[in-house]
């Protein structure tokens, strides 16, 4: 594989060196493990917020993607909402946010997602479809989590990315803060080109893409932030695409099938509800497993794909605010 132009870690690091020059200003905490890591703490112990939400969505985005708040109505709620805006779709979301890597050890778990991934391969499938590997000698990791890493899984993590630990460089957040349920939202592009390329779209077409999902207010408990997070992009969220393919009529038929609403799993679970079914019931259904669930359930309400060769532009899906509004207590 030829070495890539664009490298997610080298992107990402000025953004993480930011957060540790500026930690005040984003509420962070910085540390040095006893391996020469460096740790940013942006909502564990740490305060974090909207700004430091931001900023972590854009280090996900290996620094290829852009990500602002702003507010937005959702029925007769107005929720602050994350845009973002990527002009490398394939490379900036499954490439480096996706939050494809899971990690742990003992007494310890998080999910992984960052540039750090595209070194690691995590998992290695994505990484054959976009065609891309990172290549730098520095690794930005970003893990949700609900306790520090401990030393081991350090090491661990320096030796899968084939960095040395001082070369390591982890943002850690909680799922209960702003920080956490900012940067959830901020996976809207991302999740909406994953369920995409699930369903026959080659990533590799997507040019240009944007979108925005609600920032959902917080809670204490890990798992009824989850569900919170997770509603927000499922019956919130908004993603765009312009793609560059030559069947508008299979496109559509892509599209028809890329919002969450088109899940299996989904549809079972409205079926035996009566209703449409929190991220939490679903949750709970998959014995608290993150990734026990069907993958395909993780899906913006709503798809719009622009194929920029043709000017044809396909919609699928509905925002649900009652299912919002009462994930939130709203309602």
């Known amino acids: 594989m030829a070495k890539p132009k664009i490298s997610v870690n080298n992107s990402a690091l000025p953004l993480f060196k930011k957060l540790c020059d500026e930690a005040e200003y984003y509420g962070a905490i910085v540390e040095e493990t006893s391996s020469g890591a460096t740790l940013v703490d942006v909502g564990l112990n740490a305060t974090g917020g909207f700004i430091a939400g931001e900023m972590v969505t854009e280090i996900c985005l290996g620094g290829y993607g852009r990500a602002n708040i702003i ?29 494809g890597w899971r990690i742990k050890g003992e007494g310890f778990s998080a999910i992984g997602s960052g540039p750090a991934r595209a070194l690691a391969l995590k998992p290695k499938r994505i990484y054959e479809e976009i065609e891309y590997k990172d ?38 957040f909680s799922t209960t803060s702003l920080t956490g349920s900012t940067q ?27 979108g925005y999902a609600p920032i959902v207010p917080l809670h204490p408990s ?19 695409y312009t793609v560059d393919v030559e069947d508008d009529e299979k496109l559509e038929e892509i599209v028809r099938s890329a919002p969450s609403s088109s ?35 993780f899906a913006p309400a709503v798809v719009v794909v622009n194929n920029m060769r043709t000017g044809k532009i396909f919609r699928a899906g509905n925002l649900n605010v009652e299912v919002l509004k009462g994930s939130v207590g709203l309602s």
Not at 72 to 96: E, K, N, R, W
Not at 148 to 158: N, S, Y
Not at 160 to 170: A, D, E, G, S
């Open 71 to 99: 507010p937005v109505q959702y029925g007769d709620v107005v929720l602050p909402s994350v845009f973002v805006q990527t002009d490398h779709p394939a490379i900036a979301t499954l490439g480096s946010q996706f939050a």
């Open 135 to 172: 290549e730098a000698d520095v690794a930005v990791l970003v893990l949700e989590t609900e306790q520090k890493p401990p030393e081991e899984v350090i090491q661990r993590i320096a030796e899968k990315c084939k960095v040395t630990p001082k070369n390591l460089f982890v943002v850690i």
């Open 184 to 210: 959830v939202s901020g996976r809207i592009v991302e999740t909406g080109l994953h369920k995409l390329s699930k369903v026959g779209l080659d990533p590799l077409v997507v040019k240009h893409a944007w």
């Open 222 to 240: 890990s798992d009824e932030a989850m569900g919170r997070t997770n509603d927000a992009i499922l019956y919130g969220g908004i993603s765009y």
């Open 263 to 297: 899940s299996k799993m989904l549809e079972e679970a409205q079926r035996l509800a009566k209703k449409m079914p929190r991220f939490l019931d679903i949750f709970k259904e998959a014995g608290l497993d993150f990734y026990k669930i069907d993958p395909n359930i």
